[in-house]
């Protein structure tokens, strides 16, 4: 017979015979009560414990019920074999620490709108109807469709449907699921850009599509490569190439509109950051052009916060029944208040505030990133169009891109290459021509406007002592 | 030369070059401006609206860059020929109408807590590092999946390490992640119940893994047939039997863990009501007896409300990376500021108080149907524990149940029948043994409880109707 120190609270709200359960059930799993020990009689913990019997029972027949003990018929109970100590809780792993932090694609987080957010969110909960809460439709709530299909026509020149867009978990989720429906009609080859982010090829292969590369200029993708591609489709970022920076030029996308009313393939344009444009208006969306031959896709991850999770999909009509069915069967529709939220978001136009503030900040942080360069870098070439939040530098041809990633990261810096987004992607092999040079990817969504200099600053210097290696060792 | 009639507001905020690009773009989409047709110039055009020259060339120069228009060298500009009309927006389809719902497995979703989700989604916005608006770990907020381990451990007698938590958005999606992990790692045939809710059938199928049918009886799944069924995994609803309300014994439940340590097999344990359980607190989960062995899975679907889309499993050490990293594969995570308040809900006992209210009102309205039943369809038999949302009640054998259910919405009654949860999960044909006759679920989660005996008193008519035209026909 085991002894048992079972300590129970009556002060505490939880009732006695629960508090009990739980000394006993820990007391199993934390190995002190042993597989096939001999619990005492319930006459006898009640007395120990200063107790009723009834307590007592209670307990030792929720924990039979749940497998933890035995009970004998005759009154002995006894720990189950099958119960089991758990495994200590692991601990978590600290992140590694960076000064300073140019990692592209990101926005500033510090800065997103709680304030506007949850005045949002609570006219979100006010209003909404109770069945919003309920079991969702595929495309999003109507709400948020109606606020996304004016702001895009807009904001971004898009000829929205309402009834064809489908609110997704953001650009890679919407691209998975417009490739499932193009792979299910008999889609097999689809066109990315070279380079691109890696991501966009990764996701289009796991769903059985072979991807091929596109190479682009300054200029954005060479569409009048497609032809010769024989695609089914193309994923394109005609506003603002990912990450070269070019703008699609109009005969380009005339091109590209009648490669696709020729051949019957699909335009998917990921407009991630169009919004950020600091020059001029953004170039309007192909959408607007033909909706019948393209899907928009447009997220919250650039303009508000990935983690959101927010991602909207204009789909050509003759489609959208069908990727609404796959966001169904993936996992049943985004979740409503989040929809809800921005649908409000939308409507009192925080986003055209948000952004209206973010485009001064990005703004200034990216000139002061090109004076930056020009005054610590000059041998670096700096090149697209100013938006978005990165600005993507070429390498002198003789400095090795991993070479400098590497002595970067352990000199504080974080940046991204270009040669991991470039070439084949499934080989991740170095593309021809122009990009054959290795380029640096400065995102200024994370670091400070004060900062830059001087993280640009040391990063010259890596790059001065990579040199100097080099030249001895050659 | 086409006549232009373009009103610019003064007075809007928009700039008017902006509101020019509007009006030319809609006239183009709306089929006014037809391909090819020759704009007025830019100084016509601008005396016609009364603005400066420049913001009529700003606004030719935008839409030619977006493809709308095309300026030919020397001056005309003309409408693009890739320039298309939109097509209609569509207009919603209005639900049909239903007097009494008594579909299983919703929630009451006026009940909502919604003052007290928006107290917690002000406090975690108010909280949270900045960081957690970034992109997401595949395994969920940190804050939360501590919350949830603290929680299931108190209330659900789980053994879950923080660490293993994978959030997601549901059961569906979960099990789906799961099911691609084994499946990746050989597993190619899975149990499910026979009844059970055909979804989990149809999700494991769509990820290829065949699904084989265990009879149900009184007690839950017969566990016994699991050797000779020699499946990889199984999934079970231990603590409350989906559709048929049993609880599994203690006996069942060492068999079913014994099953999975003399095979290896893995043990789904879909938890998806056990927190109303009525007449007794609910059976503890199986996950807290062998945590390497069984993947518990929870979710805020019944609790609290579909809509959330959120979920969480609790699943073995060896197994958690690579469900997380399908998670992160699926959809990036799951939105973050969701998570962040449901772990504030969780950590402020909102959940507990919010299942207290729910628990009363919910036996009241199960206990106003049974005594409904009893009153005006004595034949029918409901069965399962006092627990979860709705009751199961097994029809007369000569009763068709299909024909109830048809014959039931014409009376404007929802309802659900065990037939489409039957057997062979792939035909779907009618189980052998007690399940061999119809039975209807009638959720109460819908339906208050004013309404309950009107509504079975009316299927109760619609019942005598069928009988007396069997009888005139037979």
Known sequence: MIELIVTLDRADPEPLHRQLERALRDAVRGGRLTAGSLLPSTRALAGQAGVSRGIVVEAYEQLAAEGYLVARPGGATRVATAAHPAAARRSAIAPASVDFDFRPGRPDLGLFPREAWLRSVRRALGEAPSERLGYLDGRGVPELRMALADYLDRARGTAADPGDIVICSGFSQGLKLVGQVLHESGARRVAVEDPTQPETGDDLRAIGLEVVPIAVDESGMQVGDLDAADVDAVVVTAAHQYPTGGVLPPERRVALLAWAERSGGLIVEDDYDAEFRYDREPIGALQGLRPGRVVYAGSASKILAPGLRLGWFVVPTALSDRVARAKLVADLGSPAI???????????????????????????RRDALLVALA?????????????GLHVL??????????????????????????????????????????????????????????????????????????????????
Chains 1, 2 share one sequence.
């Open 375 to 387: 005054r610590h870098l000059p041998e670096l070439r700096p090149v697209g169009a100013s938006a």
């Open 393 to 474: 530098a070429w390498l002198p041809p003789d400095v090795d891109e991993a070479a400098v990633i590497a002595a970067a990261a352990r000199a504080g810096i974080r940046l991204q290459g270009v040669g991991p987004m470039s070439g084949d992607l499934g080989r991740r092999v170095p593309a021809t021509g122009p990009m054959r040079r290795g380029g640096l990817a400065f995102g200024y969504g994370l670091i400070h406007e004060g900062a830059i200099d001087a993280a640009v600053e040391r990063l010259a210097s890596v790059l001065a002592d990579i040199r100097r290696v080099a030249a001895e060792v050659g």
């Open 338 to 364: 989040d929809q809800l939220a921005f649908a409000d978001f939308l409507a009192h136009g925080e986003l055209d505030r948000h952004l209206r503030r973010m485009r001064a900040i990005y703004r200034a």
